[in-house]
């Protein structure tokens, strides 16, 4: 089965400061991947998705993703974080019609 | 308004008691999920369902029981509620189409005692 690990449970950033969330896939075949986020007492909304059309992927809010097939990554970036920014972020595979999440990765954006 | 509701947002029940998560979309979407959300696991599929009356198993579906005779409802029971059982539940939905976006709805927080 395919899955995914986020490295690292808890990120803190300063504001204006880079924002680099870590998510290795395990995939015998070409995988489909998205980032999702959540914000507090929300559920989950689309980030981005990489469907191997671009290995560099943008979604909304100013992040994106790289995939890079040879270190079996699909990291999030963002060149400079907002308060906004403050949220819970999952890295999932898509297995048939299913979505596989890994345990997320908790954003603090300090002032 | 279009989109996907859950009810009730909160639930605090006891061990034992029978308690039905309800989760409605109005997009007309083939594929609907139950997900439990938990501290250190992410989000785990619970069940999911790719048609009325057709439902499947996820990663963890024991103590559940789901139905879905309209495409619209995917109800999620939990026969005899156990501790181990709270958690955030989320109901999700995506079309037919294999990239297709899951959207989510706001989650049920259930605690049970």
Not at chain 1, 26 to 35: A, D, E, I, R
Not at chain 2, 57 to 78: A, C, H, Q
Request: neutral net charge; aromatic residues 12%.
């Amino acid at each position: 089965a395919q899955s995914v690990t986020q490295l690292g449970s808890h990120v803190s950033v300063s504001e204006g400061a880079l924002v680099l969330l870590r998510c290795n896939y395990s995939s015998s075949v070409p995988p489909y991947l998205f980032w999702y986020v959540q914000y507090p007492n929300q559920g989950l909304q689309l980030l981005l998705k990489y469907t191997s059309a671009a290995t560099l992927v943008k979604g909304i809010n100013g992040f994106e993703a790289e995939f890079k097939k040879s270190e079996t990554s699909f990291h999030l970036t963002k060149p400079s974080a907002h308060m906004s920014d403050a949220a819970e972020y999952f890295c999932a595979v898509r297995t048939g019609w299913k979505l596989s999440f890994g345990a997320g990765t908790t954003v603090t954006v300090r002032a | 308004d279009a989109g996907i509701t859950q009810s009730p947002r909160y639930k605090i029940t006891e061990t034992g008691r029978q308690v039905t998560l309800m989760c409605h979309q109005t997009w007309s979407h083939s594929y609907m999920f139950w997900y439990r959300q938990d501290l250190g696991h992410g989000l785990r599929l619970i069940y999911y369902s790719a048609a009325a009356d057709i439902t499947d198993k996820g990663e963890v579906p024991d103590g559940y029981v789901v139905s879905r005779s309209k495409t619209e409802n995917f109800p999620l029971t939990l026969e005899s509620a156990t501790r181990s059982q709270t958690s955030v539940y989320f109901c999700a939905s995506k079309t037919g189409d294999g990239n297709g976006e899951l959207f989510f709805g706001e989650g049920s927080r259930l605690t049970v005692l």
